[in-house]
Protein backbone atom coordinates (compact mmCIF):
# COMPACT_ATOMS: atom_id res chain seq x y z
CA UNK A 1 0.00 0.00 0.00
CA UNK A 2 1.15 3.52 -0.56
CA UNK A 3 1.63 6.07 2.08
CA UNK A 4 -1.68 7.71 0.22
CA UNK A 5 -3.76 4.29 0.54
CA UNK A 6 -2.43 4.06 4.14
CA UNK A 7 -3.69 7.36 4.72
CA UNK A 8 -7.43 7.19 3.16
CA UNK A 9 -7.85 3.41 4.86
CA UNK A 10 -7.59 5.33 8.32
CA UNK A 11 -9.84 8.22 7.14
CA UNK A 12 -12.44 6.10 6.05
CA UNK A 13 -12.06 3.58 8.96
CA UNK A 14 -10.52 5.39 11.62
CA UNK A 15 -8.20 2.83 12.66
CA UNK A 16 -4.76 2.09 12.14
CA UNK A 17 -3.75 -1.77 12.08
CA UNK A 18 -1.36 -3.73 13.73
CA UNK A 19 -0.47 -1.21 16.70
CA UNK A 20 1.48 -2.51 19.19
CA UNK A 21 -0.76 -3.83 22.35
CA UNK A 22 1.81 -3.69 25.33
CA UNK A 23 5.09 -2.48 26.16
CA UNK A 24 8.48 -3.56 24.12
CA UNK A 25 10.96 -5.02 26.54
CA UNK A 26 14.16 -7.39 25.96
CA UNK A 27 13.34 -7.75 22.22
CA UNK A 28 9.53 -8.47 22.04
CA UNK A 29 6.12 -6.77 22.84
CA UNK A 30 5.11 -7.15 26.12
CA UNK A 31 1.50 -8.28 26.98
CA UNK A 32 -1.12 -5.64 27.71
CA UNK A 33 -1.65 -4.48 31.11
CA UNK A 34 -5.02 -4.31 32.61
CA UNK A 35 -4.89 -0.63 33.05
CA UNK A 36 -5.00 1.16 29.37
CA UNK A 37 -5.12 4.85 28.33
CA UNK A 38 -6.87 6.14 25.16
CA UNK A 39 -4.97 7.78 22.18
CA UNK A 40 -6.66 10.59 20.47
CA UNK A 41 -6.14 11.52 17.05
CA UNK A 42 -5.74 15.38 17.83
CA UNK A 43 -7.36 16.64 14.32
CA UNK A 44 -10.49 14.62 15.11
CA UNK A 45 -10.58 15.38 19.06
CA UNK A 46 -11.32 11.02 19.18
CA UNK A 47 -9.79 8.11 20.51
CA UNK A 48 -8.24 5.75 18.13
CA UNK A 49 -6.65 3.06 20.28
CA UNK A 50 -5.48 2.31 24.02
CA UNK A 51 -2.41 1.78 25.06
CA UNK A 52 -0.82 0.18 28.13
CA UNK A 53 -0.08 2.25 31.42
CA UNK A 54 3.45 0.70 32.43
CA UNK A 55 3.77 -0.02 36.05
CA UNK A 56 6.64 -0.10 38.42
CA UNK A 57 7.65 -3.77 37.19
CA UNK A 58 7.51 -3.31 34.06
CA UNK A 59 9.98 -0.47 34.29
CA UNK A 60 11.90 -2.99 36.22
CA UNK A 61 11.60 -5.54 33.60
CA UNK A 62 12.46 -3.24 30.55
CA UNK A 63 15.81 -1.94 32.98
CA UNK A 64 17.19 -5.25 34.11
CA UNK A 65 16.80 -6.20 30.25
CA UNK A 66 18.66 -3.11 29.37
CA UNK A 67 21.70 -3.80 32.06
CA UNK A 68 22.02 -7.41 30.64
CA UNK A 69 22.25 -6.33 27.66
CA UNK A 70 24.68 -3.48 27.85
CA UNK A 71 27.42 -5.89 29.17
CA UNK A 72 27.21 -7.84 25.87
CA UNK A 73 26.76 -5.04 23.78
CA UNK A 74 29.53 -3.22 24.48
CA UNK A 75 31.92 -6.46 23.58
CA UNK A 76 30.61 -6.29 19.88
CA UNK A 77 32.77 -5.02 17.31
CA UNK A 78 32.27 -1.11 16.64
CA UNK A 79 31.97 -2.66 13.13
CA UNK A 80 29.46 -4.79 13.69
CA UNK A 81 27.70 -2.04 15.46
CA UNK A 82 28.12 0.05 12.11
CA UNK A 83 26.34 -2.62 10.36
CA UNK A 84 23.57 -3.23 12.46
CA UNK A 85 22.88 0.61 12.99
CA UNK A 86 22.94 0.91 8.61
CA UNK A 87 20.64 -2.05 8.42
CA UNK A 88 18.46 -0.21 10.92
CA UNK A 89 18.04 2.83 8.83
CA UNK A 90 17.30 0.68 5.85
CA UNK A 91 14.35 -1.01 7.78
CA UNK A 92 12.89 2.36 8.71
CA UNK A 93 13.17 3.98 5.21
CA UNK A 94 11.57 0.86 4.24
CA UNK A 95 8.78 1.31 6.79
CA UNK A 96 8.47 5.00 6.65
CA UNK A 97 4.98 5.33 5.03
CA UNK A 98 3.50 3.18 7.86
CA UNK A 99 5.14 5.19 10.34
CA UNK A 100 4.44 9.26 8.64
CA UNK A 101 0.89 7.70 8.76
CA UNK A 102 1.13 6.93 12.50
CA UNK A 103 2.86 10.17 13.74
CA UNK A 104 0.14 11.76 12.03
CA UNK A 105 -2.75 10.69 14.02
CA UNK A 106 -0.40 10.17 17.08
CA UNK A 107 1.34 14.05 17.29
CA UNK A 108 -1.14 15.83 14.64
CA UNK A 109 1.01 17.27 12.66
CA UNK A 110 0.98 17.18 8.70
CA UNK A 111 2.21 14.12 6.62
CA UNK A 112 4.71 16.63 4.71
CA UNK A 113 6.00 17.36 8.31
CA UNK A 114 5.81 13.48 9.55
CA UNK A 115 7.17 12.23 6.40
CA UNK A 116 10.33 14.30 6.94
CA UNK A 117 10.63 13.56 10.71
CA UNK A 118 10.97 9.84 9.76
CA UNK A 119 12.95 10.46 6.97
CA UNK A 120 15.47 11.98 9.40
CA UNK A 121 15.12 9.69 12.06
CA UNK A 122 16.48 6.97 9.31
CA UNK A 123 19.34 9.26 8.13
CA UNK A 124 19.77 9.52 12.23
CA UNK A 125 20.96 6.21 12.43
CA UNK A 126 23.26 6.10 9.39
CA UNK A 127 25.25 9.07 10.89
CA UNK A 128 25.91 7.33 13.95
CA UNK A 129 25.99 4.28 12.21
CA UNK A 130 29.08 6.05 10.12
CA UNK A 131 30.36 6.95 14.32
CA UNK A 132 30.45 3.95 16.05
CA UNK A 133 34.11 2.84 14.69
CA UNK A 134 35.33 6.22 14.93
CA UNK A 135 34.66 6.57 18.66
CA UNK A 136 38.86 7.13 19.19
CA UNK A 137 40.68 8.52 22.13
CA UNK A 138 44.26 10.40 21.84
CA UNK A 139 47.73 9.65 22.62
CA UNK A 140 49.26 12.23 25.08
CA UNK A 141 52.55 12.72 24.95
CA UNK A 142 53.97 12.79 28.45
CA UNK A 143 57.83 11.95 27.00
CA UNK A 144 59.96 8.96 26.95
CA UNK A 145 59.18 7.63 30.45
CA UNK A 146 55.62 6.84 29.93
CA UNK A 147 53.28 5.52 27.29
CA UNK A 148 49.65 7.68 27.84
CA UNK A 149 46.53 7.66 25.65
CA UNK A 150 42.53 7.52 26.71
CA UNK A 151 40.26 5.82 25.53
CA UNK A 152 36.07 6.59 25.13
CA UNK A 153 33.90 3.99 26.85
CA UNK A 154 30.00 3.45 26.26
CA UNK A 155 28.17 4.71 29.95
CA UNK A 156 25.97 1.50 30.42
CA UNK A 157 22.54 1.74 30.41
CA UNK A 158 20.22 5.31 29.08
CA UNK A 159 16.71 6.71 30.18
CA UNK A 160 15.34 8.70 26.83
CA UNK A 161 11.85 10.96 28.15
CA UNK A 162 10.66 11.03 24.29
CA UNK A 163 8.41 14.57 24.37
CA UNK A 164 5.04 14.69 22.12
CA UNK A 165 5.59 16.95 19.50
CA UNK A 166 8.52 15.35 17.72
CA UNK A 167 8.14 11.42 19.43
CA UNK A 168 10.01 9.73 16.10
CA UNK A 169 12.82 12.14 15.52
CA UNK A 170 13.37 12.47 19.29
CA UNK A 171 13.18 8.59 19.43
CA UNK A 172 16.16 8.45 16.65
CA UNK A 173 18.55 11.27 17.91
CA UNK A 174 18.56 9.67 21.48
CA UNK A 175 18.59 5.73 20.35
CA UNK A 176 21.20 6.30 17.47
CA UNK A 177 24.06 7.71 19.64
CA UNK A 178 23.40 5.48 22.54
CA UNK A 179 23.41 2.69 20.20
CA UNK A 180 26.71 3.73 18.45
CA UNK A 181 28.78 4.24 21.71
CA UNK A 182 27.92 0.30 22.72
CA UNK A 183 24.86 1.63 25.33
CA UNK A 184 21.74 -0.01 25.66
CA UNK A 185 18.36 2.29 26.24
CA UNK A 186 14.83 2.19 27.68
CA UNK A 187 12.70 5.41 26.54
CA UNK A 188 9.45 6.59 27.88
CA UNK A 189 6.90 8.46 25.28
CA UNK A 190 4.78 10.58 25.60
CA UNK A 191 1.61 9.47 27.47
CA UNK A 192 -0.08 11.55 24.13
CA UNK A 193 2.04 10.08 21.11
CA UNK A 194 3.00 6.49 22.59
CA UNK A 195 2.94 4.48 19.40
CA UNK A 196 5.41 5.29 17.19
CA UNK A 197 8.37 4.28 19.57
CA UNK A 198 6.91 1.36 19.92
CA UNK A 199 6.72 0.46 16.55
CA UNK A 200 10.40 1.60 16.07
CA UNK A 201 11.84 -0.61 18.82
CA UNK A 202 10.04 -3.35 17.07
CA UNK A 203 11.70 -2.59 13.31
CA UNK A 204 14.81 -1.85 15.02
CA UNK A 205 14.66 -5.71 16.35
CA UNK A 206 13.76 -6.92 12.75
CA UNK A 207 16.78 -5.05 11.29
CA UNK A 208 18.85 -6.84 14.15
CA UNK A 209 19.42 -4.75 17.37
CA UNK A 210 19.76 -7.15 19.86
CA UNK A 211 17.30 -8.21 22.56
CA UNK A 212 17.29 -5.90 25.36
CA UNK A 213 18.91 -3.54 23.67
CA UNK A 214 16.04 -1.30 22.79
CA UNK A 215 13.35 -1.15 25.33
CA UNK A 216 10.00 0.82 25.28
CA UNK A 217 7.83 1.18 28.27
CA UNK A 218 4.48 3.41 27.91
CA UNK A 219 2.61 5.41 30.54
CA UNK A 220 2.56 8.03 32.69
CA UNK A 221 5.24 10.46 33.92
CA UNK A 222 4.70 10.15 37.17
CA UNK A 223 4.58 6.45 36.98
CA UNK A 224 6.97 5.10 34.99
CA UNK A 225 8.69 8.11 34.28
CA UNK A 226 9.87 8.80 37.70
CA UNK A 227 11.14 5.71 38.39
CA UNK A 228 13.35 5.44 35.37
CA UNK A 229 14.55 8.97 36.51
CA UNK A 230 15.77 7.35 39.78
CA UNK A 231 16.48 4.06 38.89
CA UNK A 232 20.28 3.76 40.30
CA UNK A 233 20.90 1.22 36.89
CA UNK A 234 20.29 4.42 34.37
CA UNK A 235 23.79 5.85 34.12
CA UNK A 236 22.38 8.63 31.27
CA UNK A 237 19.26 10.09 31.17
CA UNK A 238 17.73 12.57 28.26
CA UNK A 239 15.11 14.50 28.55
CA UNK A 240 12.99 16.69 26.13
CA UNK A 241 10.28 18.46 27.44
CA UNK A 242 8.80 21.24 29.43
CA UNK A 243 11.06 23.52 31.80
CA UNK A 244 9.05 22.26 35.12
CA UNK A 245 9.04 18.50 34.00
CA UNK A 246 13.27 19.11 33.31
CA UNK A 247 13.68 20.61 36.88
CA UNK A 248 11.54 17.92 38.73
CA UNK A 249 13.45 15.24 36.99
CA UNK A 250 16.90 16.15 37.69
CA UNK A 251 15.59 16.45 40.92
CA UNK A 252 15.02 12.92 40.87
CA UNK A 253 18.13 11.92 39.32
CA UNK A 254 20.68 14.22 41.25
CA UNK A 255 20.99 11.27 44.30
CA UNK A 256 22.37 9.28 42.12
CA UNK A 257 24.75 11.48 39.92
CA UNK A 258 22.88 10.55 36.97
CA UNK A 259 24.36 12.21 33.75
CA UNK A 260 21.89 14.47 32.32
CA UNK A 261 21.26 16.36 29.08
CA UNK A 262 18.20 18.27 29.60
CA UNK A 263 16.20 19.99 26.38
CA UNK A 264 13.61 21.98 27.46
CA UNK A 265 12.30 24.41 24.87
CA UNK A 266 12.92 27.90 23.96
CA UNK A 267 11.69 31.46 22.66
CA UNK A 268 13.92 32.09 19.69
CA UNK A 269 14.53 35.60 17.83
CA UNK A 270 14.48 36.10 14.34
CA UNK A 271 16.63 39.05 13.69
CA UNK A 272 16.04 41.14 10.98
CA UNK A 273 18.20 44.24 9.98
CA UNK A 274 16.83 46.98 7.75
CA UNK A 275 18.88 46.04 4.81
CA UNK A 276 17.18 42.23 4.99
CA UNK A 277 14.69 41.44 2.31
CA UNK A 278 11.52 42.07 3.68
CA UNK A 279 10.09 38.80 1.62
CA UNK A 280 12.38 36.75 2.84
CA UNK A 281 12.08 37.72 6.65
CA UNK A 282 8.40 37.10 6.13
CA UNK A 283 8.84 33.83 4.35
CA UNK A 284 11.57 33.01 7.21
CA UNK A 285 9.30 33.67 9.96
CA UNK A 286 6.24 31.90 8.49
CA UNK A 287 7.96 28.90 8.84
CA UNK A 288 9.30 29.59 11.83
CA UNK A 289 6.57 29.89 13.70
CA UNK A 290 3.73 27.95 11.64
CA UNK A 291 5.75 25.10 10.92
CA UNK A 292 4.24 21.70 13.10
CA UNK A 293 1.99 24.54 14.41
CA UNK A 294 4.43 26.04 16.54
CA UNK A 295 4.83 23.21 18.82
CA UNK A 296 8.47 22.92 18.13
CA UNK A 297 10.54 23.70 21.02
CA UNK A 298 13.38 25.76 18.52
CA UNK A 299 10.36 27.42 16.91
CA UNK A 300 11.13 31.35 16.11
CA UNK A 301 8.23 32.43 18.32
CA UNK A 302 9.64 36.15 18.39
CA UNK A 303 10.19 37.96 15.55
CA UNK A 304 12.70 41.28 16.47
CA UNK A 305 12.77 43.44 13.86
CA UNK A 306 14.10 46.85 12.32
CA UNK A 307 11.32 49.91 12.51
CA UNK A 308 12.05 50.56 9.30
CA UNK A 309 10.92 47.29 7.71
CA UNK A 310 8.42 46.77 10.40
CA UNK A 311 5.31 47.61 8.12
CA UNK A 312 6.09 46.17 5.10
CA UNK A 313 7.39 42.35 6.59
CA UNK A 314 4.47 42.68 9.05
CA UNK A 315 1.95 43.01 5.96
CA UNK A 316 3.53 40.39 3.96
CA UNK A 317 3.05 37.77 6.96
CA UNK A 318 -0.31 38.33 8.16
CA UNK A 319 -1.52 37.93 4.55
CA UNK A 320 0.10 34.58 4.10
CA UNK A 321 -1.03 33.67 7.87
CA UNK A 322 -4.46 34.52 7.16
CA UNK A 323 -4.45 32.38 4.08
CA UNK A 324 -3.50 29.49 5.87
CA UNK A 325 -5.84 26.49 5.84
CA UNK A 326 -5.78 23.78 9.16
CA UNK A 327 -7.02 20.22 8.92
CA UNK A 328 -6.48 16.93 9.36
CA UNK A 329 -2.73 15.83 8.35
CA UNK A 330 -3.57 13.40 6.12
CA UNK A 331 -5.85 16.01 4.33
CA UNK A 332 -2.79 17.86 2.88
CA UNK A 333 -3.75 21.04 4.94
CA UNK A 334 -1.05 23.77 5.87
CA UNK A 335 -0.99 23.37 9.57
CA UNK A 336 -2.37 20.51 11.14
CA UNK A 337 -3.80 20.08 14.86
CA UNK A 338 -2.74 21.37 18.82
CA UNK A 339 -1.50 17.87 19.98
CA UNK A 340 -4.20 17.93 23.39
CA UNK A 341 -7.35 19.53 24.31
CA UNK A 342 -5.24 20.51 27.32
CA UNK A 343 -1.96 22.15 25.38
CA UNK A 344 -4.92 23.97 23.14
CA UNK A 345 -6.52 25.06 26.39
CA UNK A 346 -3.25 26.32 27.96
CA UNK A 347 -2.25 28.47 24.02
CA UNK A 348 -5.83 29.76 24.19
CA UNK A 349 -4.96 30.83 27.74
CA UNK A 350 -1.89 32.87 27.23
CA UNK A 351 -3.74 34.71 23.89
CA UNK A 352 -6.81 35.28 25.90
CA UNK A 353 -4.66 37.10 29.02
CA UNK A 354 -2.93 39.16 26.00
CA UNK A 355 -6.39 40.32 24.73
CA UNK A 356 -6.94 41.35 27.90
CA UNK A 357 -4.25 43.51 28.43
CA UNK A 358 -4.95 45.11 25.30
CA UNK A 359 -2.08 43.23 22.66
CA UNK A 360 -2.58 44.56 19.48
CA UNK A 361 -3.43 41.16 17.68
CA UNK A 362 -3.03 41.47 13.67
CA UNK A 363 -4.04 38.31 13.23
CA UNK A 364 -5.68 34.63 14.55
CA UNK A 365 -6.16 34.71 18.37
CA UNK A 366 -8.69 31.89 18.87
CA UNK A 367 -9.23 28.18 18.54
CA UNK A 368 -10.89 26.95 15.39
CA UNK A 369 -11.56 23.47 14.08
CA UNK A 370 -11.25 21.36 10.94
CA UNK A 371 -13.64 23.24 8.25
CA UNK A 372 -14.15 19.80 6.65
CA UNK A 373 -15.42 17.92 9.82
CA UNK A 374 -15.98 20.47 12.37
CA UNK A 375 -13.69 18.67 14.58
CA UNK A 376 -10.53 18.87 15.69
CA UNK A 377 -7.85 20.69 17.88
CA UNK A 378 -6.70 23.38 16.34
CA UNK A 379 -5.61 27.09 17.12
CA UNK A 380 -5.75 29.90 14.90
CA UNK A 381 -2.38 31.05 13.13
CA UNK A 382 -1.64 34.21 15.59
CA UNK A 383 0.47 37.65 15.64
CA UNK A 384 0.62 39.80 18.25
CA UNK A 385 2.64 42.90 17.47
CA UNK A 386 4.18 45.85 19.35
CA UNK A 387 5.07 43.80 22.51
CA UNK A 388 7.61 45.24 25.38
CA UNK A 389 10.10 43.39 26.18
CA UNK A 390 8.68 42.23 29.94
CA UNK A 391 4.99 40.84 28.17
CA UNK A 392 4.45 37.44 29.08
CA UNK A 393 4.26 36.83 25.20
CA UNK A 394 7.81 37.41 24.77
CA UNK A 395 8.64 35.60 27.99
CA UNK A 396 6.87 32.49 28.26
CA UNK A 397 7.10 29.88 25.54
CA UNK A 398 3.67 29.65 24.41
CA UNK A 399 4.75 26.18 22.07
CA UNK A 400 1.61 27.28 19.37
CA UNK A 401 0.93 29.30 16.26
CA UNK A 402 1.97 32.50 18.06
CA UNK A 403 4.18 34.85 16.74
CA UNK A 404 5.23 37.87 19.56
CA UNK A 405 6.61 40.93 17.43
CA UNK A 406 9.59 43.35 18.67
CA UNK A 407 10.83 46.06 16.88
CA UNK A 408 14.47 47.91 17.21
CA UNK A 409 16.15 50.61 15.77
CA UNK A 410 20.22 49.92 17.05
CA UNK A 411 22.05 46.10 16.64
CA UNK A 412 22.77 47.28 20.16
CA UNK A 413 19.39 47.01 21.27
CA UNK A 414 18.34 44.11 18.83
CA UNK A 415 21.17 41.89 20.41
CA UNK A 416 19.46 43.33 24.02
CA UNK A 417 16.19 41.87 22.77
CA UNK A 418 17.48 38.94 21.39
CA UNK A 419 18.88 38.03 24.46
CA UNK A 420 16.06 39.48 26.85
CA UNK A 421 14.46 35.88 27.83
CA UNK A 422 15.47 33.15 30.23
CA UNK A 423 16.00 31.24 26.99
CA UNK A 424 19.02 30.11 25.08
CA UNK A 425 18.27 27.91 22.38
CA UNK A 426 18.24 29.43 19.05
CA UNK A 427 18.68 32.68 16.42
CA UNK A 428 18.46 33.50 13.50
CA UNK A 429 19.70 36.93 11.67
CA UNK A 430 18.86 38.41 8.60
CA UNK A 431 20.92 40.71 7.00
CA UNK A 432 23.38 41.33 4.25
CA UNK A 433 26.03 42.42 5.76
CA UNK A 434 28.18 39.73 6.94
CA UNK A 435 30.30 41.32 9.34
CA UNK A 436 27.20 42.23 11.36
CA UNK A 437 25.84 38.86 11.18
CA UNK A 438 29.46 37.29 12.70
CA UNK A 439 29.15 40.24 15.32
CA UNK A 440 25.71 39.69 16.29
CA UNK A 441 25.99 35.57 16.25
CA UNK A 442 28.87 36.08 18.82
CA UNK A 443 26.69 38.05 21.03
CA UNK A 444 24.00 35.86 20.95
CA UNK A 445 23.02 33.59 24.28
CA UNK A 446 21.88 30.33 22.66
CA UNK A 447 23.07 27.33 21.30
CA UNK A 448 22.78 27.71 17.59
CA UNK A 449 22.40 30.80 14.95
CA UNK A 450 21.82 30.92 11.49
CA UNK A 451 21.97 33.54 9.32
CA UNK A 452 19.13 34.46 6.38
CA UNK A 453 17.67 30.98 6.79
CA UNK A 454 15.67 30.13 9.89
CA UNK A 455 16.26 26.61 9.61
CA UNK A 456 19.53 26.56 8.35
CA UNK A 457 21.64 23.62 9.82
CA UNK A 458 21.05 19.69 10.12
CA UNK A 459 21.73 16.53 12.09
CA UNK A 460 25.15 17.34 11.84
CA UNK A 461 25.18 19.78 14.04
CA UNK A 462 25.15 19.81 17.73
CA UNK A 463 21.54 20.89 19.23
CA UNK A 464 21.08 21.94 22.64
CA UNK A 465 20.39 25.19 24.60
CA UNK A 466 21.98 27.99 27.22
CA UNK A 467 19.85 29.00 30.21
CA UNK A 468 16.00 27.55 31.04
CA UNK A 469 16.56 25.97 27.99
CA UNK A 470 19.14 23.50 29.22
CA UNK A 471 21.91 22.01 28.76
CA UNK A 472 24.06 19.29 26.78
CA UNK A 473 24.14 19.10 23.20
CA UNK A 474 22.31 16.36 20.87
CA UNK A 475 22.52 15.64 16.98
CA UNK A 476 26.55 16.01 15.36
CA UNK A 477 29.50 14.49 16.92
CA UNK A 478 28.74 16.10 19.79
CA UNK A 479 25.51 14.08 20.38
CA UNK A 480 28.39 11.09 21.36
CA UNK A 481 29.68 12.88 24.34
CA UNK A 482 26.22 11.46 26.71
CA UNK A 483 26.68 8.56 26.07
CA UNK A 484 30.88 7.76 26.55
CA UNK A 485 33.27 8.57 29.23
CA UNK A 486 36.91 8.95 28.72
CA UNK A 487 39.36 6.94 30.66
CA UNK A 488 43.08 7.59 30.59
CA UNK A 489 45.56 5.12 30.84
CA UNK A 490 49.56 5.16 31.31
CA UNK A 491 52.41 2.72 30.92
CA UNK A 492 55.72 2.95 32.07
CA UNK A 493 58.28 2.67 29.78
CA UNK A 494 60.91 1.65 32.33
CA UNK A 495 62.11 -1.49 32.33
Known sequence: ??????????????????????????????????????????ARAEAFAEFSLGTGADMDRAIAAADK???????????????????????????????????????????????????????????????ADKLDGRSVNLGPPYTAFTVREPVGVTGHIIPWNYPTSTFARGVAPALAAGCSVVAKPAETTPFTALVMAQLLSEAGVPDGLVNVVTGLGADVGAQMAQDPRIKQLTFTGSV????????????????????????????????????????????????????????????????????????????????????????????????????????????????????????????????????????????IADLEPGDPVVQEEIFGPVLAVQTFETEEEAVMLANGTDFGLVASVYTRD?????????????????????????????????????????????GLDAYTKVKSITISNAS
Not at 19 to 26: A, E, N, S, V, Y
Open 244 to 383: TTGVNVARMAAPNITRLTLELGGKSPLIAFEDADPEKVADGAYWAIFSNSGQICSAGSRLVVHSSIRDEVLAILTERARKIRTGHGLSAPDMGAINSDLHLSRIKAHVDAAKARGANILTGGDMTTDAETGKGWFFEPTI
Open 69 to 131: AAKLWRAVAPAERCRILNAAARVLRENADRLSVLEVVDSGKTLAEASGDVQASARLFEYYAGA
Open 434 to 478: VGRSMRVAAALDCGQVSVNDYWAGGLELPFGGNGKSGYGREKGWE
Open 1 to 42: MTVQDIAQDYLTTGKLPSLPDGHFIDGRVTPASDRKMASYDP
